[in-house]
């Protein structure tokens, strides 16, 4: 089913009795088939360069909205990478997927979530009633903030049908300093110093393969001078390269075309060198070691391998290792108790379960 109107959306989940799988572009889900998809609802349907607010459908691709963007200098802050590489997708990532996974790039330890320039959302909850939340612009005050609950959602409580964002200014100039030859904990250390100093660090990531990135972002002239002071700042030796390392960071580009199942680790930077450690197969450290991509033999629960608290996300495997494992990290007892709660004033017929 695609509905073109929100109208439409509403008068088919009232009618459904059956589970429906929620698909945008079909580049995040595990499974890339569904029964429901958001791709008619497309369009910005507001943008105010001006006050640094846009509104689009869910069903708008990330491109047209990131050419909109550029056209103003501006962007998106949280910097959603995108999946259909590592998952081998042909799709086009849409906004309402980014939103309902909370997709959240390297940018995120400094700039926020995804979730954190949400201001406002409209979506089709269970039951079929259309659900407002929030608002266009950044002032507006509206109580239980749903926006944010939608985050990371995975579609679980409705079909999101319009996202409200707030932007930030395009960069002028970029410094992304490297070095070769680190071991996981000198990364971590240096990363974690690196962004504890005053020269505005926006990205600190370590590939094992290729070296230990940190990116400054800004004005020219005050990128070349905090680039400058913060290689004299660390020990080792930092140079600075003319590529632009991010965007296969950001999409872990590096794991694409791989067998073996691939996972998204959240835990703290100073246990990432133990974790990493034990891991079975290639790894690589985003947000200064907060953030572990690792790839594990097919069917390898890595959940059981880790070595210290954290959550721990399947992002590609077969459907019944995904069946069989959970795509996302187990809710402790009370956590399940209070989102299964939720879930059931959202969809008490259960149509989103399996979104």
Known sequence: MQPETESDLARMIRSANAPLAVRGGGTRAPVEAGDLTTRGLTGITLYEPGALTLVARAGTPMAEIHAALDAENQRLAFEPWEAASVLGRSGTSTLGGCIATNASGPRRMVAGAARDAVIGVRFVDGEG?????????????????????MCGSSGRLGVLTEVALK????????????????????AVDAMSAALGTPFEVTGAAHDPAAGTFLRIEGDAESVAYRAERLAAALPDEWRQINYDAWPAIRDATAFAGGEGDLWRLSVRPSHAPALVAALPGRWLMDWGGGLIWAEAPPGTDLRASMTCP???????????????????????APVARLTGGIAEKFDPKRLFAQS
């Open 129 to 149: 009633q259309v659900v407002k939340n929030g608002g266009r612009v950044m002032k507006n005050v509206t109580g239980l903030d749903l926006a944010k609950l």
């Open 310 to 332: 954290g959550h721990a996300t399947l992002i590609r495997a077969a459907p019944e290792t995904h069946a069989r494992l959970g795509t996302l990290h187990p809710e402790t």
């Open 167 to 186: 932007l930030l200014p395009g960069v002028a100039a970029t410094a992304t300093l490297a070095a070769d030859g680190l071991s996981p904990q000198a």
